[in-house]
Structure formats: structure tokens, C-alpha cells
């Protein structure tokens, strides 16, 4: 090639390689400062698009898991609720069968009968307040509690329950069969109890799965840019230098002019 003093095409190659070598020390320092190899669409379109829909998924699993505990309160307040009727309930059919066998004796059963018309009371009491968050745990809540992204994952929530409605009239049959029927029911509360636990964890291990699904995607590994950015800072180096002695070599000709 001919010696020019208009066009120094060493200096352009090397200018040229120069600009290269900046631009992938500028990605390599952004990888070390932000953790990321994909830190935004221009890295990667395709990628920053999945991790994104990725996070907004992790983000809804927030929400759900809300309602999830929202609802495992309702079922836990309906349990303890159904618990202290049942102590009543058991101690009511001892009262009852205590008063058949005093009438039938011609005995006073009127602190037993007084007994009753408490428990009752406290049975009463405990059925009104098996709520929380103004949900009854004694009444179904259809699609009460959502448990998934699908907006069809929902699980109905409580038990129709109503207060037996007992008095110191009662007779033990009249106790017993409000016993079986709330047995039924701490039955179905302890089953939706189990069954939000359970959805509670997988939904816990899926978020898990997702960050780690999305470092995958786009975390950087630390020392392999590290390494990098070591080997780009000597070549930018090297670029420097073999631009500048590019630059020298038009200032050269004038030697044949002297």
C-alpha cells in the first residue's frame, strides 16, 4: 500500500480495534457492576423478556400467598372456635344425662339445668365468633381463598355450621347428635387446614424455583468477567499504544523530504 499523508490506514485499523475493545470492556464492567450479564432489553431482548415475566409471576405468588394465610387464619380461628364448643358440647351431654337420671329419681336438677343454660350460652358465643377478617369460618365462602396464578385455582373456604341452639331442655340424644354434626365439621376445617399448608409450600418452592430460574437466565458469572475484564483492560492498553505508533508513521515521511 502507498505511503499517504490523506489516509493512514494503519491508524484506522487500529482505531477501529480500539473501539471494539472499548465497547466489550464497557458490557464486561456493566456485567461486574450490576451482577448480570442481561440487565436490560439491549443485552438480550428475547431473555429480558422471560426474566421479566418471570418476576411479575413471583410477584403475583406474593399476593396469593396472602390469601393463603388469610385463609389458613379463618380455618385456624374456626378450629379453635369448633375446639372450645366441642369441650362444652361434651361437658353439656354429661349435665344431660345427669338430669334424665335425677328426674327419673325425683331429684333436684336445677343446678344442673342452670349449668346447661351457661354452656349453651358459651357454645352461642363461641359460634359467633369464629370469624376473622369478617370471614365465618361456619359459613362457606365460595372461591374464598385463591391459591394459584390461574384464576380459576381457588379453594372454597368454611363450613356451613350452625349453632345448635341447645338449652338446659336438651335432652343427651339432643347433645350427642350436635356433637356427631360438629365432629363432621372439624373434620372438613381440619382437611382445608391441611390442604392450604400444602399449597402454601408448593407455592413457596415455586417462587424458589423461579428466582433461581431467573439467575440462570441472567446472572453473570463474577470471576469468568472478572478474568475478562483483566484481559480487556491489557488489550485496551495494547490499543493505545498501537494507535499511537499508527499515528506516527504519516510524521515519518518526512524524512524523505529532508
Not at 53 to 61: E, F, N, Y
Not at 205 to 210: P, R
Amino acid at each position: 500500500m502507498a505511503n499517504s499523508i490523506n489516509t493512514n490506514y494503519g491508524a484506522q485499523i487500529a482505531l477501529q480495534n480500539l473501539n471494539a475493545t472499548n465497547k466489550a470492556l464497557e458490557t464486561t464492567q456493566n456485567r461486574v457492576n450490576t451482577g448480570q450479564k442481561v440487565s436490560s432489553a439491549k443485552d438480550n431482548g428475547a431473555i429480558w423478556a422471560v426474566a421479566q415475566t418471570l418476576r411479575a409471576d413471583m410477584g403475583a405468588l406474593d399476593a396469593v400467598q396472602n390469601s393463603i394465610q388469610r385463609g389458613r387464619s379463618v380455618v385456624d380461628v374456626g378450629l379453635a372456635a369448633g375446639d372450645t364448643i366441642m369441650a362444652a358440647l361434651s361437658e353439656m351431654k354429661a349435665l344431660a344425662v345427669a338430669i334424665e337420671a335425677g328426674t327419673a329419681a325425683g331429684e333436684d336438677t336445677t343446678a344442673y339445668e342452670t349449668d346447661m343454660t351457661a354452656l349453651a350460652a358459651e357454645i352461642t358465643a363461641a359460634h359467633g365468633a369464629a370469624k376473622f377478617d369478617d370471614v365465618n369460618a361456619f359459613a362457606v365462602s365460595t372461591g374464598g381463598v385463591r391459591t394459584g396464578l390461574d384464576s380459576a385455582s381457588t379453594v372454597d373456604l368454611g363450613v356451613a355450621y350452625a349453632d345448635p341452639a341447645l338449652t338446659s331442655a336438651s335432652t343427651a340424644d339432643d347433645v350427642q347428635a350436635a356433637i356427631d354434626g360438629l365432629a363432621t365439621v372439624m373434620q372438613e376445617l381440619g382437611t382445608q387446614s391441611k390442604t392450604l399448608d400444602r399449597q402454601l409450600t408448593f407455592n413457596t418452592k415455586l417462587q424458589d424455583a423461579m428466582e433461581t430460574g431467573i439467575g440462570n437466565l441472567v446472572d453473570a458469572d463474577l470471576a469468568k468477567e472478572s478474568a475478562r475484564l483483566t484481559a480487556l483492560q491489557t488489550k485496551q492498553q495494547l490499543g493505545v499504544q498501537a494507535l499511537s505508533i499508527a499515528n506516527q508513521s504519516s510524521s515519518m515521511l518526512l524524512g524523505l523530504f529532508r
